[in-house]
């Protein structure tokens, strides 16, 4: 497995991201309604200060001392920063609202705000919201809610550093095991279950079950794998779950028949809360205790709460046997994974041919043997294994000494990078060629072997290189930094 602290620092800080999501609330408040163009910003940093002052999410996470960057589609705006960078400015009236004191604008999104995560803006630890193109049908409520998902990760990262699931796992992590995939729903469909009953009994056999079939499926797995899910749902299970409260709910949906073989980390963000959520049922007082004591998980902390069910099934302390599903419904959730499985395959095929197929401009860079790319941030909710390598969509920054490039879905664009391995890790072992695809026309500039391409979304600059265009491909060619 692919190990080091460097690795889980660079996909923690560049590449985690949070869906936009929470479900309404009583106070949700029409984003339409109440942030007139140009004022969205404001109107979401707003709602962050009142749910901050409302309740505590956690015990000792203060959102209000922590900076927001928030990118509306027309500006970066920067709140509570003790020293914003170069080209940011106070914000002051300007006749679509009153004054936001401490608030700092940046004209057009700045460099460090690439998604909804978290970045170093001027040596600060800063959250970030990119509230450009998701506003359908968002509240400022939910926006609120997501920037408070992302501050966070910034007091995990002071407080928690240990919350952090190796993103280089999830890319060798068994997704075409049809047993594991199995009981894998099987742990779903308990915790849906769990959730949703109204009887503290019934809720508890469920959650009992799940944990069962939990236990089962980690014990046939590389221990690598459980300890990729277990450290996740802390890092983005906790934040789903300050989230979820933030949006105004007490639970979590995890989708009937659970999700996709290959969305491992997808579902984290379903069951991490979900655990939470059951926690907050049979263990009032246990955030307490986590952050007293980080080293442990949350499934560990429920099996405590709820006492391990022995063999025969029935409950410690208890004569009723545990809920249980139907043989025809483990039958019909074996006989899905099992079809599932068999697709994973043809789906990497498909999405390899529907890359190889994208239209427009595409720009290939093929590092030297001895010089390969190594990642620099990507979108882990936004890489697919394929035939070949791996598909990016929406973000990827790959570099090395001879230079860097950028690809960033904004606005209208919609590009995708195919990159291929050097070694037995598809990306962690460096990278000997990456092609991006969907590109406008890109401008090249080729001189004195200086090498710079730009397109919308689209950024590369490399030294001591070639660069060569055949109809409309551009080829470059980095030689080793001298």
Request: no cysteine; net charge negative; glycine share 10%.
């Amino acid at each position: 497995m692919i190990a080091g602290w460097w690795l889980a620092l660079l996909l923690l800080v560049a590449g985690q991201t949070s869906p936009v999501s929470g479900r309404a609330g009583p106070a949700n408040r029409p984003v339409a309604a109440a942030a007139p163009q140009g004022q969205l910003a404001l109107a979401v940093e707003a709602e962050v200060e009142r749910l901050a002052n409302e309740r505590s999410f956690w015990p000792h996470f203060q959102p209000l001392e922590i900076p927001l960057a928030v990118y509306d589609g027309e500006r970066t705006l920067l709140f509570r920063h003790p020293a914003p960078p170069e080209g940011f400015a106070r914000v002051g009236d300007d006749g679509g609202g009153a004054a936001s004191p401490g608030a700092f604008a940046f004209t057009g999104r700045h460099p460090a705000v690439t998604s909804n995560t978290s970045a170093d803006l001027g040596g600060t630890v800063t959250a970030t919201l990119r509230a450009d193109g998701q506003l359908d049908g968002k509240s400022a409520t939910d926006l609120a809610a997501v920037a408070l998902h992302e501050s966070f990760h910034v007091f995990q990262r002071q407080h928690h550093a240990g919350w952090a699931g190796n993103e280089g796992d999830l890319f060798l992590y068994p997704v075409d095991d049809a047993r594991l995939l199995a009981l894998r729903r099987l742990e779903s469909s308990a915790l849906r279950r769990a959730l949703a009953a109204g009887e503290a009994a019934r809720a508890a056999g469920w959650a009992r079950l799940a944990l069962g079939f939990r236990r089962e499926r980690f014990a046939a797995m590389e221990p690598a794998f459980p300890a990729y899910e277990r450290l996740s749902e802390l890092n983005e299970g906790l934040a789903t779950y300050v989230q979820t409260l933030a949006a105004g709910a007490t639970t979590v949906d995890i989708p009937e028949g659970d999700f996709p073989p290959v969305k491992v980390r997808d579902r984290i963000y379903a069951v991490g809360p979900a655990l939470a959520f059951l926690l907050d049922r049979f263990s009032p007082g246990w955030q307490a205790a986590l952050q007293a004591d980080d080293s442990q998980s949350l499934d560990g902390m429920l099996e405590a709460a709820l006492g391990r069910a022995p063999a025969d099934g029935t409950p410690d302390g208890e004569s009723e046997a545990l809920p249980s599903f139907a043989a025809d419904e483990i039958a019909a959730i074996e006989r899905t994974a099992a079809q599932d499985v068999a697709a994973v395959n043809v789906a990497r095929t498909a999405r390899r041919k529907e890359f190889d197929g994208k239209a427009g401009w595409r720009v290939v860079v093929q590092a030297a043997a001895d010089a390969p790319l190594w990642p620099q941030g990507f979108d882990p909710l936004n890489v697919e294994r394929v035939d070949g390598g791996v598909v990016h969509a929406r973000f990827l920054e790959l570099g090395n000494d001879s230079g860097r490039l950028q690809m960033l879905d904004e606005q209208a664009v919609d590009l995708d990078a195919f990159t291929e391995g050097v070694g037995p890790h598809p990306i962690f072992n460096g990278i000997r060629r990456v092609t991006v695809a969907g590109l406008a026309k890109p401008v090249l500039d080729s001189k004195d072997g200086e090498v710079s391409l730009h397109a919308p979304g689209f950024t590369a600059t490399f030294h001591h290189a070639r660069a060569e265009t055949t109809g409309t491909t551009v080829l470059v060619t980095p030689e080793p930094a001298r």
